[in-house]
């Protein structure tokens, strides 16, 4: 998996991915609060890739997210975006995924449903950073009620307290997962 791994990340073009923080901060200047962000991790082997026409302003929503699952050994490209067309965030392992995260809701059931609204217009996927203190059985309840109300979210990523969680519909529904 690791050499797999490397393969990939050399494939990308220079021409079309920064594969480096330092060549991205001129054009992605919000980078530069994520040193290292972008490139292959030698000891995880996961790495992160980020598209020159990829969205700026979502760059600092979107890396804490990407980190976490480089750190696991995935392989995450910040794909290229359109400004007048619904487009994904990223691609991690070859899966599009919209990334939310919610980091001051004073109610986290409301905003856990208004991401799921969000990303069902974009994506079946959802990568969903919960950056904020809450209850887990409160975040579980949440996360229940919208996959109930937003059916078209079939699989979810979950980061939460350091945590990663892979959940299809029916863990989703259950609440069949720890967290």
Do not use: W
Not at 13 to 26: D, L
Not at 43 to 70: D, M, R, T
Not at 81 to 103: G, Q, T
Not at 107 to 133: G, Y
């Amino acid at each position: 998996m690791s050499q797999q791994n490397r393969d990939k990340f050399d494939s990308y073009s220079e021409g079309s991915y920064f594969k480096t923080n330092e060549k991205a901060e001129k054009h992605f200047p919000s980078i530069l609060k994520f040193p290292k962000a972008l490139g292959f991790d030698e000891k995880n082997h996961g790495f992160i890739v980020l598209h020159k026409k990829h969205q700026a302003s979502g760059i600092e929503q979107e890396i804490p997210a990407c980190n976490c699952l480089k750190m696991l050994g995935c392989r995450v490209e910040l794909v290229q975006e359109y400004a007048f067309k619904p487009s994904v965030d990223v691609a991690v392992n070859d899966c599009l995924f919209e990334i939310k995260r919610i980091s001051k809701a004073l109610d986290v059931t409301n905003a856990v449903m208004v991401q799921f609204k969000r990303c069902e217009k974009k994506s079946p996927n959802l990568i969903l950073h919960i950056d904020q203190k809450v209850e887990p059985a409160n975040l579980k309840r949440a996360i229940r009620k919208a996959s109930e109300r937003y059916d078209k979210i079939k699989e979810m990523i979950l980061i939460f307290r350091k945590t990663v969680v892979e959940l299809d519909k029916v863990k989703m529904q259950k609440g069949d997962y720890y967290i």
